[in-house]
C-alpha cells in the first residue's frame, strides 16, 4: 500500500493577521505551517479552518456556526404562508389590508408578481370566468317571478332555455327538472313520460 501523508490539526485563538503571519513562518520556526497540516481557528461566532495550497500560501476556509437553517426545513414549511414568498403580495388589492384575504378572492398573476384580486375583477384580465351568470346568455334569475321564485340554482337543477322577458332574448335558466315546473311539458299520468314540445326546448 503506498505510503499517505499524515494530516495534523492545531488549533489557535489568535487574530487573523497575526496567524497568517505565523503560519507564513514569520514567527518561530516550530510554528509555520507545513504541508498535510490543519490548523482551526476559533473566533466568536464563527470558525476558521486554514491549511496550505499547492503555492504553500495560507488559505482559510470560513464555516458559520449560528442561524443556520437547513433548506426546506419540513417543520419551518408548515408555518409559513404563501404570502411570506417573495413573488406573493397579500397587500396589494386586499381589503382588508396584511394577512390573507377575505373568503371569495384569488390570486392572480400581474406580470411581476401574485396580486389579490376579487374572482369577478379577474376574469376580465386573467380569462378567469368564476360564475356562469356572468355568460351573456345565462341567467339565474330568470325564473325569480312565482310559481318558482328562483334566485339561484339549487342542487340537482338544470339549465333551461326560455323567453327571458326582462331582456327580450332566449336565455338559459336554472330550475328543478319537474313536469309542473317547465313551460310546455307535460306527463302523461297513463303512460307516466314526459311529453315536449321540441319547438320550445
Keep these: 500500500m503506498a505510503k499517505l501523508d499524515q494530516v495534523k490539526l492545531k488549533t489557535s485563538l489568535l487574530a487573523e493577521e497575526d496567524l497568517r503571519s ?11 505551517l507545513e504541508a498535510g497540516e490543519i ?3 476559533r473566533d466568536t461566532g464563527r470558525v476558521e479552518i486554514w491549511a496550505l495550497d ?9 464555516v458559520q456556526v449560528d442561524g443556520i437553517v437547513p433548506p426546506w426545513d419540513p417543520g ?11 413573488d406573493v403580495s397579500y397587500t396589494d ?3 382588508g389590508g396584511l394577512g390573507a384575504p377575505e373568503a371569495g ?15 369577478i375583477a379577474a376574469q376580465i384580465s386573467d380569462g378567469i370566468i368564476p360564475s356562469l351568470n356572468l355568460i351573456g346568455d345565462v341567467n339565474y334569475s330568470l325564473y325569480a317571478g312565482p310559481p318558482q321564485n328562483k334566485y339561484n340554482p339549487e342542487q340537482f337543477d338544470v339549465l333551461w332555455w326560455d323567453y327571458d322577458y326582462t331582456q327580450s332574448k332566449y ?9 309542473e315546473n317547465l313551460q310546455n311539458v307535460s306527463l302523461d299520468a297513463r303512460t307516466k313520460r314526459l311529453i315536449f ?5
Excluded: H, M
Design 54 to 62: 499547492k503555492q504553500n500560501e495560507p488559505q482559510q476556509i470560513s
Design 22 to 32: 505565523i503560519l507564513r513562518g514569520d514567527g518561530e520556526a516550530g510554528d509555520k
Design 171 to 179: 336565455v338559459w335558466g336554472p330550475i328543478a327538472f319537474k313536469p
Design 197 to 201: 314540445q321540441l319547438r320550445n326546448i
Design 39 to 41: 490548523v482551526i481557528r
Design 76 to 86: 419551518l414549511i408548515e408555518q409559513c404562508s404563501l404570502g411570506d414568498l417573495s
Design 105 to 119: 378572492y384569488v390570486l392572480t398573476w400581474d406580470g411581476e408578481k401574485w396580486v389579490v384580486r376579487e374572482q
Design 93 to 95: 388589492g386586499n381589503p
